[in-house]
Antibody
Framework: EVQLVESGGGLVQPGGSLRLSCAASGFTFSSYAMGWVRQAPGKGLEWVSDITGSGGTTFHADSVKGRFTISRDNSKNTLYLQMSSLRAEDTAVYYC?????????????WGQGTMVTVSS | DIVMTQSPDSLAVSLGERATINCKSSQSVLYSSNNKNYLAWYQQKPGQPPKLVINWASTRESGVPDRFSGSGSGTDFTLTISSLQAEDVAVYYCQQYYSIPTTFGGGTKVEIK
C-alpha cells in the first residue's frame, strides 16, 4: 500500500525558512514523479512543485519560483520542499503527492498534509 | 496557464437524486496523438486530503462506486453522481494535467438537501 507521511510544518515568521519532508513507502520511489500541492485555509487546491523520478528535472509554480526548491533523496525514499522568504500567503496545508503518470499527471495518492503558518 | 472553471460553486441534492458538476477549461485538454483528455476529478471530505475518483475524464478509479461517472471532451466536462448518498457529501475538484502548471478548478461543494 502506498503511504506518504509529511512532516516539518509549523509556525514561522515572514521571511523565514522551513523544510518539509515526505516519507514514502509501498512503491519503488525512484520510479515515480512526486510533487507538492497546497491548500490555504478554506480555499481550493494549488499546485506548488513537481519532480521527476530521477530528480533530474523540477518544476515550480510561478508563485513560489525562486523561493521554494523541491528535491528528493531516492536512497531514503524521501521528498523535500525547501521553503524560504516565506510570506503570509504561503500559509496552507501542504500535501505530498504521488503521480504514476509522470509530470504533469493526475495525483494518484495524497499524503495527509502538514500545516505551514506564516505569521509574526 | 489553463484556467479551470467549475460550476456551480455549491449544490444541494436530495438523497438518491442526481448531482451534476461542470468543469470548463480555457483551452482544450484533449491530446490529439492519443485522443485522451488530461482531466481528473477529486473528492475531498472535511479534514481529509483529496481522493482521485475519475482519471482521463471518464475512467473511474478502482474502488470508486459506479454511481460516479465522468464525461466530456476538449474543454467541457461533467462529473455526475447518479444517486447521491450521504457519504458523497464533499467538495469536488477538477484538474487539468495537459500542461504545466497543472491547475485545479475552484471546487464544488455537494450537500444533502
Amino acid at each position: 500500500e502506498v503511504q506518504l507521511v509529511e512532516s516539518g510544518g509549523g509556525l514561522v515568521q515572514p521571511g523565514g525558512s522551513l523544510r518539509l519532508s515526505c516519507a514514502a513507502s509501498g512503491f519503488t520511489f525512484s520510479s515515480y514523479a512526486m510533487g507538492w500541492v497546497r491548500q490555504a485555509p478554506g480555499k481550493g487546491l494549488e499546485w506548488v512543485s513537481d519532480i521527476t523520478g530521477s530528480g533530474g528535472t523540477t518544476f515550480h509554480a510561478d508563485s513560489v519560483k525562486g523561493r521554494f526548491t523541491i528535491s528528493r533523496d531516492n536512497s531514503k525514499n524521501t521528498l523535500y520542499l525547501q521553503m524560504s522568504s516565506l510570506r503570509a500567503e504561503d500559509t496552507a496545508v501542504y500535501y505530498c503527492t504521488y503521480q504514476k503518470g509522470g509530470n504533469p499527471a493526475a495525483v494518484d495518492i495524497w499524503g495527509q498534509g502538514t500545516m505551514v503558518t506564516v505569521s509574526s | 496557464d489553463i484556467v479551470m472553471t467549475q460550476s456551480p460553486d455549491s449544490l444541494a441534492v436530495s438523497l438518491g437524486e442526481r448531482a451534476t458538476i461542470n468543469c470548463k477549461s480555457s483551452q482544450s485538454v484533449l491530446y490529439s496523438s492519443n485522443n485522451k483528455n488530461y482531466l481528473a476529478w477529486y473528492q475531498q471530505k472535511p479534514g481529509q486530503p483529496p481522493k482521485l475518483v475519475i482519471n482521463w475524464a471518464s475512467t473511474r478509479e478502482s474502488g470508486v462506486p459506479d454511481r460516479f461517472s465522468g464525461s466530456g471532451s476538449g474543454t467541457d466536462f461533467t462529473l455526475t453522481i447518479s444517486s447521491l448518498q450521504a457519504e458523497d457529501v464533499a467538495v469536488y475538484y477538477c484538474q487539468q494535467y495537459y500542461s504545466i502548471p497543472t491547475t485545479f478548478g475552484g471546487g464544488t461543494k455537494v450537500e444533502i438537501k
